[in-house]
């Protein structure tokens, strides 16, 4: 499956009622859940919660770049058939990340099947839950 990777660390935690902003310098002090070192892109509401300042995601990959990196630690099966083969997927042959991250398929669409499926290993495939795979072989098994 193919995965974004951007340079940033920052990771997102569920929280469950907000503290604000905690500006001590680094190593000072830790965060407790509920806090936040810097606040970017959100305000405060009156009872507390965070929401998102229109605009963000027009702002979210103006500070770093994205590139598509294909994890190939990680194998999935597409397709499992018996007999002659009669599948077929609609395949890019490139994958490019967007201003905010989103995976996009790039250039002329191909339809792989077994007959031509050797032509397009690498290729980059969408399934129905919105996930992108890189296309590696087609495994026979007798």
Same mark, same amino acid.
Request: include cysteine; charge should be neutral; hydrophobic fraction near 40%.
């Given at each position: 499956?193919?995965?974004?990777? &951007? +340079? &940033? ?11 604000? *902003? ?8 830790? =965060?407790? /859940?509920?806090? /936040?070192?810097?606040?970017? %892109? ?7 919660? =965070? ?9 979210? +990959? !103006?500070? &770093?770049?994205?590139?598509? *990196?294909? $994890? ?5 099966? !597409? #397709? ?17 990340? $967007?201003? *905010? ?13 077994? #007959?031509?499926? #050797?032509?397009? /290993?690498?290729?980059?495939?969408? $399934?129905?839950?919105?996930? *992108?795979?890189?296309?590696?072989? !087609? %495994?026979?098994?007798?």
């Amino acid at each position: 499956m193919a995965r974004v990777r &951007s +340079g &940033s660390g920052e990771k997102i935690y569920r929280i469950e009622r907000w503290l604000g *902003v905690n500006e001590a310098q680094e190593g000072e002090a830790r =965060l407790k /859940a509920g806090e /936040a070192a810097v606040m970017r %892109n959100f305000r405060v509401t009156t009872g507390g919660a =965070l929401r998102k300042r229109p605009g963000s995601a027009a702002v979210a +990959g !103006l500070l &770093s770049s994205y590139t598509v *990196v294909s $994890d190939t630690s990680e194998e999935e099966i !597409l #397709a499992v058939e018996s007999g002659s083969s009669t599948a077929e997927f609609v395949m890019y042959p490139t994958a490019e990340a $967007d201003s *905010v991250g989103a995976i996009t398929l790039t250039g002329a669409p191909v339809t792989v099947t077994a #007959a031509n499926a #050797a032509q397009c /290993a690498g290729y980059y495939y969408r $399934d129905t839950a919105g996930r *992108v795979h890189r296309f590696a072989a !087609l %495994n026979h098994e007798s």
